[in-house]
């Protein structure tokens, strides 16, 4: 055991998160869902949409029977959605191939979906106390810090020195609680924008601090301007109803339901003539909004439009469907769109009593 480790674990005996909901049996199923809900996003969030998630899949069976339209729906606003399609797609593997149970050899977890080397570790440190070091950015920051580690962690020599110290400093013994405590350091003590060095029990031998410069570690990324894209998405409504599409299962926001979209430049009216065989007639444009995505910005307008006859006779079938404002059905959908919806409830809401009944 290193120092940094024991040191560390005394500072978990009385200081670490031993309270959240996926450490209280580590059942290898919660443990896996709070893993995958966790990348790219921090606890606080994700704790009520783990609740709500075990709360209606249980177990990986149920979650491997559940339509992902289901799943999709509960994943809704904790964003980066390909986790949510991945999980899905997972539970079923295990439940046809590994009847339900989680492989305990590494290499194999981490050939299923959306499970890399971290997020394995992490399922078989918890759940089963394998030593298997972790490297999430909670990690890297702690490390990069600690040993005043120069370099990007993005690039791969950078990230396998990381690898390296991390495998170093994983202890033999008592590894579920070390692999909470580095995370529970990083997220709560040696925070990225405002690190608490002088509560840190790593003080008196992290490098960067010694040096008066832990915030230049880790090296940031290499500064790149996002590009910014433009789209326009067409409301378009039927008495009480928006018509959605299914997004295509690659891409942004791929698998949820979204309006229709457009380039901006379109002829609204023709274009869905052209696609859908319909007649609308669009109405004032609303004020653009601006979605930001981890390498581009995405500029969406939202043009409301009113159905005048549906020439092609779309229904509910395949990957358009008409989406009820009174009464909407649980389905997965992107943040802008479920905002956009809100909004169109608001503002129609009051014209749809008149021609819905209850379906």
């Given at each position: 055991?290193?120092?940094?480790?024991?040191?560390?674990?005394?500072?978990?005996?009385?200081?670490?998160?031993?309270?959240?909901?996926?450490?209280?049996?580590?059942?290898?199923?919660?443990?896996?869902?709070?893993?995958?809900?966790?990348?790219?996003?921090?606890?606080?969030?994700?704790?009520?949409?783990?609740?709500?998630?075990?709360?209606?899949?249980?177990?990986?069976?149920?979650?491997?029977?559940?339509?992902?339209?289901?799943?999709?729906?509960?994943?809704?606003?904790?964003?980066?959605?390909?986790?949510?399609?991945?999980?899905?797609?997972?539970?079923?593997?295990?439940?046809?191939?590994?009847?339900?149970?989680?492989?305990?050899?590494?290499?194999?977890?981490?050939?299923?979906?959306?499970?890399?080397?971290?997020?394995?570790?992490?399922?078989?440190?918890?759940?089963?106390?394998?030593?298997?070091?972790?490297?999430?950015?909670?990690?890297?920051?702690?490390?990069?810090?600690?040993?005043?580690?120069?370099?990007?962690?993005?690039?791969?020599?950078?990230?396998?020195?990381?690898?390296?110290?991390?495998?170093?400093?994983?202890?033999?013994?008592?590894?579920?609680?070390?692999?909470?405590?580095?995370?529970?350091?990083?997220?709560?003590?040696?925070?990225?924008?405002?690190?608490?060095?002088?509560?840190?029990?790593?003080?008196?031998?992290?490098?960067?601090?010694?040096?008066?410069?832990?915030?230049?570690?880790?090296?940031?990324a290499p500064r790149r301007d996002k590009p910014e894209k433009a789209v326009c998405v067409v409301m378009i409504r039927d008495a009480g109803r928006i018509l959605l599409e299914r997004r295509p299962?690659?891409?942004?926001?791929?698998?949820?339901?979204?309006?229709?979209?457009?380039?901006?430049?379109?002829?609204?009216?023709?274009?869905?003539?052209?696609?859908?065989?319909?007649?609308?007639?669009?109405?004032?444009?609303?004020?653009?909004?601006?979605?930001?995505?981890?390498?581009?910005?995405?500029?969406?307008?939202?043009?409301?439009?009113?159905?005048?006859?549906?020439?092609?006779?779309?229904?509910?079938?395949?990957?358009?469907?008409?989406?009820?404002?009174?009464?909407?059905?649980?389905?997965?959908?992107?943040?802008?769109?479920?905002?956009?919806?809100?909004?169109?409830?608001?503002?129609?809401?009051?014209?749809?009593?008149?021609?819905?009944?209850?379906?």
């Amino acid at each position: 055991m290193t120092g940094l480790s024991s040191r560390l674990l005394r500072w978990y005996d009385d200081n670490g998160r031993k309270d959240l909901p996926w450490r209280e049996d580590n059942e290898p199923y919660r443990i896996w869902v709070s893993e995958i809900m966790l990348q790219q996003t921090q606890v606080a969030t994700v704790i009520p949409y783990y609740k709500r998630f075990i709360a209606r899949f249980p177990t990986v069976h149920a979650l491997a029977a559940a339509p992902l339209d289901e799943v999709l729906h509960l994943w809704t606003g904790l964003g980066y959605y390909a986790r949510g399609r991945n999980v899905h797609k997972t539970a079923r593997i295990l439940v046809e191939d590994y009847q339900g149970a989680f492989p305990r050899d590494i290499e194999r977890l981490c050939a299923l979906p959306g499970i890399g080397r971290t997020t394995a570790g992490a399922i078989l440190a918890f759940a089963h106390g394998q030593r298997h070091a972790i490297l999430d950015g909670n990690v890297k920051r702690v490390l990069a810090r600690y040993h005043r580690l120069h370099g990007w962690p993005g690039r791969s020599a950078v990230a396998r020195r990381l690898w390296a110290l991390a495998e170093r400093h994983t202890p033999h013994a008592r590894i579920a609680d070390y692999t909470q405590a580095v995370m529970d350091l990083g997220a709560t003590v040696c925070r990225r924008a405002a690190p608490r060095c002088d509560v840190c029990p790593l003080r008196r031998t992290c490098a960067a601090r010694l040096h008066g410069d832990p915030l230049a570690f880790p090296t940031p990324a290499p500064r790149r301007d996002k590009p910014e894209k433009a789209v326009c998405v067409v409301m378009i409504r039927d008495a009480g109803r928006i018509l959605l599409e299914r997004r295509p299962a690659a891409g942004v926001w791929g698998g949820l339901w979204g309006f229709p979209e457009c380039a901006p430049e379109a002829d609204v009216a023709a274009f869905i003539k052209g696609r859908y065989r319909m007649e609308v007639a669009p109405e004032p444009h609303w004020d653009p909004i601006r979605h930001s995505f981890t390498h581009f910005h995405l500029r969406i307008t939202p043009v409301p439009a009113r159905l005048i006859t549906n020439g092609g006779g779309i229904m509910e079938a395949g990957d358009l469907v008409w989406y009820n404002l009174l009464y909407p059905d649980e389905r997965g959908l992107a943040a802008p769109v479920k905002s956009l919806l809100k909004n169109l409830s608001k503002t129609y809401g009051s014209h749809c009593s008149m021609y819905q009944a209850r379906p």
